[in-house]
Structure formats: structure tokens, C-alpha cells
């Protein structure tokens, strides 16, 4: 049996990031994915002129270790840019509204009634909560109102997250603004004192994507001298051992075995549930508690001529009082040209979710009729579209439901018990690049830590700082 320092069970941007932080202290790390292709669900695909993602369409960044991978990597000249002048839209009364980006406006807008504005600005007297596992819901109606969270925040979890606010953990989806009340009391008051004291993050907010997609950042990044990737891997065991893990997986070849000091899985909850069930059976419980949201992704490829409202925006939200069949809508091409033929349009409408599940178990054909039926009057279009593309993930999302925190607190003592296992899974820490990047970095530290020590005859490179 082979004997390695570091495997990592899982080909998408939690592993593979682990293994460029790992490949960047000179750490040589073994990948292990069960698909032909790295990646995970991050897939751009071109076809007939378009450029299309199957799950994530870009990255908000305000990590400065993104920043530091992206131009290690030598990406930075492959980065485009969103145009900081686009407007972000919501569906309210029926129709496009904008929804100001500085506070200023936002309160001047007539976004929200008068009330609603009141109730806004008395945040500052509201008493700070107790209750750790607060929902979201529960948390903005408490701090900033009914009609902020139905307006913007129910759109943002139940959007981006696939999540449904009545169920998700505010400290877990919401870290920054659950920190700001119990730190300050108050998320005003927390705002104008950071803004007093000047406590800025250490780079300004970014939103990118990659001239040939986000399959540019996990193709970059598996092609990086110091990972050994090995695609069609299917582990079916791990066993612990006095020496460290034992994995074993099918391949096309029959089976490769391997003697591993530090294991990581990237997998998703239900994966690593399976592979550590002999290992540990109440942590395997604790990941099969875990829940998903199907989600899908449907590409529109419209006339430009056939859409009469000006595409001068990132696209849309919907509210959950909305009831329209969908979650959301990008404009790709808006938002990064070149994603489609020159005069056409690419529009991706989000589904499925917490909150409509069942929106994904109709055809493509039910599912294109429907969207269109709505999105035709919204945005005044005239035209059918020339490309279709459906993207579905039966599995999306993780749901941050219920007490989560408190349900990674208690995998986190099981893993102290288990040295040299390691979970960095999208299920852990947030969904987002930017904080699987993060997360990576953070995994990577910790095994550098443990075979520094271990190796101590060898000089290590400085151990990388993590950002707080």
C-alpha cells in the first residue's frame, strides 16, 4: 500500500483550493475526484456563441486571500469585472425596482413606506437579542422590520442562498450583522463606530467572473504544479489506522489503496456520511442531518431588439410574496460581455430552492413555458428565444437550518477526536468562492501546523496568517 501525507476526497472548489494553499507551502497533495472532470458543480459550458454556468456565475469578494490566489494563480489579467454602475433590481407591486446601494438613498427611496423608514431608524433602541439560534426572519423583524426583511432579505436568502428565512440560522447566513449586535448592541451603532475608528476591510469589495468562465478558476487551479489529481476515483472505504487513514476507491482498473497522514473531505454532507459511518457513527449522523435544495439553472438566449426594458442592471431578486415560478434572474451578458452572440441577450433565471422544490420535477419544456409566461411582461419581451439550456442540481445547496452553528460546534469536537481527518465541504463555513477559498486556506494551515511538527527535522516556510 502506497503511503502519502495528504489526500483531499473531492475535486471541487473546497478541495482544490486546500490543495493550492497546501501546493503553495511546498506540500505535494493527492486529489481524488470521482467525476471525469475537476471542478464540482463550478462547469462553464460554450455553445452557439454563449457562455453559460451551471452553478455559480460569479464571485463577491471581500476576502484579500481570494485576492492573493487570483494573482498567484495569474488570473488577475483573466478577471472581468462587474460595472459598479449596473442597478440592482427587486420584483415589488410587479415590477422592476431598484434598490439604492448607499443609505442615504436607500432612505429617500420610495422603496419602503414611511413606517417601514421609522422603523429602520429606531434600530438603534432595539435591545440586543438572546437567542443564539435565531432565524433570519426573526432577527431583521426584530432589528430593522417586517418590510426590510420581505423586500430584501427574504429575496437575498431565499435568491442566492436557496435558503427559506423562516427556518435559517441568522448567525450562520448572517455572521457579519449577527456580530455587530452582539458586539455593539446595535447594527447602526456598530456601523458608525467601525466607520468612526475606520475599521475597513483590508480590500474593497469586488464582484468578477473569468473571461472563459468560473471553469477558468478550478481548471487553473487543478493544473498546479505540486497537486496530483486523479480523476474517476470512487472511494467506497476509509478505515482508521495507527499510522492514519486507509482509503481505498473503485477505479476503471479495479482498486487503488493508499495510506494517508491527513485525510480531507470535500464531499458533500451525505458523502462523507457514508464514508465515515464505521469510523464514527454519530458524526455520519450529524452530516445525514444536514439537508439540500435542488436547484436549477435555466439559460435564455434572447434578441436584444426583442427586449424593450433596458438591461442596465445585474438582474433581479424575487421576494417570496412575489409567488412568480423562480428565485431569481442574472443578466449574464449584462454583467460580463461576451457571454453571448453580438445583439443577443443571455438571461439565467434561478429555481427550485427551499421555499419550491417542486419547481424542479417538471420537464424543461413546462419549466421554459413558465418562466417565460412571467418574464415576458416584466421585462417587455416580444420574442421567443433562439437558446435554451437547462442546468439542474438535485443536490444544490446546503440549507443552514435550524441550529446549525450549534450542529458545527458538535462535529468540531468529533473531529478533535480523530487527528489527521479534516471536513471542508461548502456545508461548513458558507457556500460562496470567495469563502471556500477562504475555508481552504484555513484547512491548509491546519494540516501545515500538524506536519511541521510532525517533520521537524525539515524547515517549514512561515506558516500563512488567516485575515480576521
Known amino acids: ?13 473546497s478541495g482544490l483550493s486546500t490543495a493550492w494553499w497546501l501546493a503553495r507551502q511546498g506540500i505535494s497533495t493527492e486529489v481524488w475526484e470521482a467525476d471525469d472532470r475537476a ?14 454556468e451551471r452553478a455559480a456565475g460569479l464571485l463577491v469578494n471581500y476576502h484579500p486571500e481570494v485576492d492573493q490566489l487570483i494573482q498567484q494563480c495569474g488570473l488577475e489579467e483573466h478577471k472581468q469585472t462587474r460595472d459598479e454602475s449596473l ?61 426590510i426583511l420581505e423586500t430584501v432579505i427574504d429575496p437575498f436568502i431565499a435568491g442566492t442562498l436557496a435558503s427559506d428565512p423562516d427556518k435559517a440560522e441568522a448567525r450562520a447566513v448572517l455572521p457579519r450583522l449577527t456580530k455587530l449586535e452582539q458586539r455593539y448592541g446595535s447594527l447602526t451603532m456598530g456601523m458608525l463606530i467601525n466607520a468612526v475608528l475606520k475599521r475597513r476591510r483590508a480590500n474593497k469589495a469586488d464582484t468578477f467572473s473569468f473571461r472563459s468562465g468560473m471553469s477558468q478558476l478550478t481548471d487553473t487551479l487543478a493544473r498546479t504544479e505540486g497537486i496530483e489529481l486523479h480523476l474517476g476515483l470512487k472511494v467506497s472505504t476509509i478505515r482508521r489506522d495507527q499510522d492514519g487513514w486507509q482509503v481505498t476507491a473503485k477505479t476503471a482498473d479495479g ?46 438566449g434572447l434578441a436584444e431588439r426583442g427586449i424593450n426594458q433596458p438591461l442596465d442592471g445585474t438582474g433581479f431578486l424575487v421576494s417570496t410574496k412575489n409567488h412568480l415560478p423562480f428565485n431569481g434572474n442574472l443578466w449574464m451578458s449584462r454583467l460580463f460581455p461576451g457571454r453571448a452572440p453580438k445583439g443577443q441577450a443571455l ?17 424543461d419544456e413546462k419549466i421554459v413555458s413558465l418562466v417565460l409566461e412571467k418574464l415576458k411582461p416584466l421585462l417587455s419581451i416580444s420574442s ?69 511538527n510532525r517533520l521537524q527535522t525539515t524547515p517549514m516556510q512561515q506558516p500563512f496568517a488567516i485575515a480576521q
Do not use: C
Open 1 to 13: 500500500m502506497r503511503e502519502t501525507d495528504v489526500l483531499i476526497i473531492g475535486g471541487g472548489i
Open 39 to 52: 471542478g464540482g458543480k463550478i462547469r462553464t459550458t460554450a455553445d452557439q456563441g454563449y457562455l453559460t
Open 87 to 147: 442597478k440592482r433590481y427587486i420584483i415589488r407591486h410587479n415590477r422592476l425596482t431598484a434598490v439604492p446601494m448607499k443609505l442615504p438613498d436607500l432612505m429617500a427611496s420610495p422603496l419602503w413606506s414611511r413606517k417601514a423608514k421609522l422603523r429602520l431608524a429606531a434600530e438603534i433602541f432595539i435591545q440586543r437579542g438572546r437567542d443564539e439560534s435565531e432565524t433570519v426572519s426573526s432577527f431583521i423583524s426584530r432589528r430593522l422590520g417586517r418590510e
Open 255 to 300: 482498486k487503488r489503496s493508499v495510506l494517508v497522514r491527513q485525510l480531507v473531505l470535500s464531499t458533500p454532507a451525505d458523502s462523507a456520511a457514508k464514508l465515515l459511518s464505521d469510523t464514527d457513527e454519530k458524526l455520519a449522523g450529524l452530516l445525514t442531518e444536514i439537508e439540500y435544495s435542488p436547484v436549477g439553472v435555466l439559460h435564455l
Open 347 to 363: 438571461l439565467s433565471t434561478y429555481l427550485g430552492g427551499a421555499l419550491h422544490p417542486e419547481q424542479l420535477q417538471q420537464s
Open 384 to 452: 421567443d428565444p433562439d437558446y435554451v439550456r437547462m442546468d439542474r442540481h438535485e443536490k444544490g445547496l446546503p440549507l443552514y437550518h435550524g441550529q446549525y452553528q450549534q450542529r458545527l460546534e458538535t462535529i468540531g469536537e468529533h473531529l478533535d477526536l480523530l487527528p489527521g481527518l479534516h471536513l471542508n465541504a461548502n456545508y461548513m463555513g458558507g457556500v460562496a468562492v470567495r469563502e471556500r477559498i477562504f475555508q481552504g486556506k484555513r484547512t491548509a494551515q491546519t494540516i501545515a501546523r500538524v506536519l511541521a
